[in-house]
């Protein structure tokens, strides 16, 4: 009986009323509620609302949903607005070059906009020179190191760490390997074959890890750099 | 002792056929079971040299693996901490934040920024 009532009751209300719920929900930053009111409209009325789509996109985006966004997004049509849109989705998603393909399309009034987006997308993949070409980059000089260079610098024990500035690093690599290396020695002298195996596999062993790390650290000092250079664009973006 | 080897080889996780990738990790995990844990908590990074290796050797191979861990051994020193920000991302538990991968030069290191 209860159920009969409450199913009554449902049918009473009028489809207006849920989007006004749905867009109050909105309004409210209640992403999750919102998005289940605009789901609910939608199946239940045949008429298109031409904001809806984007509502919903909008609460996906918010919800961090990236996938079920672009899903949702492949039904807008082919205008400006909506290629804008999809740009923005994908950028946040962190497809940058789909994000591109879009945003490359846009007309006025969303160009200026789309451009910043193009730019950031680039930054963001470490590409600065092409980021140059849509949003100005901050006056500050990146000077990568070169990781054949960080190889070949530590053929010498701790050189690859020394060529990026981590000298404790290199004093450490540097004495692991020479101690590895006497150990080696005085074992070889000894005439003790087993220990001077061993030894001598991980002085090899230190030694490789050590023109690794040369690499790597490299790699990372380059990636820092990277990263507190987009650091600034996208606080000057911010402001 | 050999019964221990046996069970820590079969208490891998992953059915690894590399006896050069068994033998490593068995190594550690004898070296984590006894030693590691008679030590303590000592190591200056999360995740531990050891869990480091032995998920490198199992994830990279045995060659980059062992490369991979050896670099990690060095870099764990006093100085460690200095580079908090310009070469590791950041201190968890007082621990300095390695992740794997961000070690595996053959890997094209993105941005981590969060976009929005």
């Not at chain 1, 610098?153 to 760490?161: E, N, Q, T």
């Not at chain 2, 040299?49 to 980059?64: H, M, N």
């Not at chain 2, 300095?96 to 070690?103: A, K, L, Q």
Request: glycine content about 8%; overall charge negative; proline content about 4%.
């Amino acid at each position: 009986m209860i159920l009969v009532l409450l199913f009554l009751a449902a049918q009473t209300i009028p489809l207006e009323g849920i989007l006004q719920f749905a867009d109050y929900l909105y309004g409210q930053e209640d992403y999750a509620a919102a998005l289940h009111e605009y789901r609910r409209y939608q199946f239940l009325t045949d008429s298109v609302h031409e904001d809806i789509p984007e509502k919903i996109i909008t609460c996906l985006i918010e919800l961090k949903k990236f996938d079920e966004a672009i899903r949702e997004s492949s039904q807008l049509p082919n205008t400006s607005k909506s290629n804008f849109l999809k740009g923005q989705i994908y950028f946040l998603a962190g497809k940058y070059d789909s994000s591109r393909f879009f945003l490359s399309t846009v007309g006025t009034p969303y160009k200026t906009d789309a451009k910043k987006f193009i730019g950031l997308g680039y930054a963001l993949e470490f590409k600065f020179k092409e980021a140059g070409q849509y949003i100005e980059l901050p006056d500050i000089e990146l000077h990568p190191k070169k990781p054949l260079l960080g190889a070949l610098y530590s053929l010498f024990p701790g050189g690859g760490h020394l060529y990026c500035g981590r000298t404790g690093d290199a004093i450490f690599s540097f004495l692991v390997i020479s101690t590895m290396g006497l150990l080696s020695y005085y074992y070889y002298d000894h005439e003790e074959d087993i220990k001077f195996g061993i030894s001598l596999g991980a002085t090899i062993l230190f030694y490789a890890g050590n023109v690794y790390g040369g690499i790597n650290a490299v790699r990372n000092y380059n990636y820092y750099q990277n990263e507190h250079y987009l650091q600034t664009i996208l606080e000057s973006a911010e402001e | 002792m050999n019964l221990l080897l046996v069970i820590i080889v079969l208490a891998q996780p992953n059915q690894e056929t590399n006896p050069v990738t068994i033998v490593f990790s068995a190594s550690l995990s004898l070296y984590q079971e006894i030693i590691s844990s008679s030590q303590g908590d000592v190591c200056n990074f999360s995740p531990s040299c050891s869990y480091f290796a032995k998920t490198a050797i199992a994830k990279y191979g045995p060659l980059w693996g062992s490369f991979m861990a050896a670099d990690r051994l060095m870099r764990c020193n006093l100085w460690s901490y200095q580079h908090v920000g310009t070469y590791y991302p950041g201190i968890k538990d007082r621990k300095i934040v390695d992740p794997i991968e961000n070690n595996f030069i053959f890997r094209d290191r993105k941005s981590h920024k969060v976009q929005k």
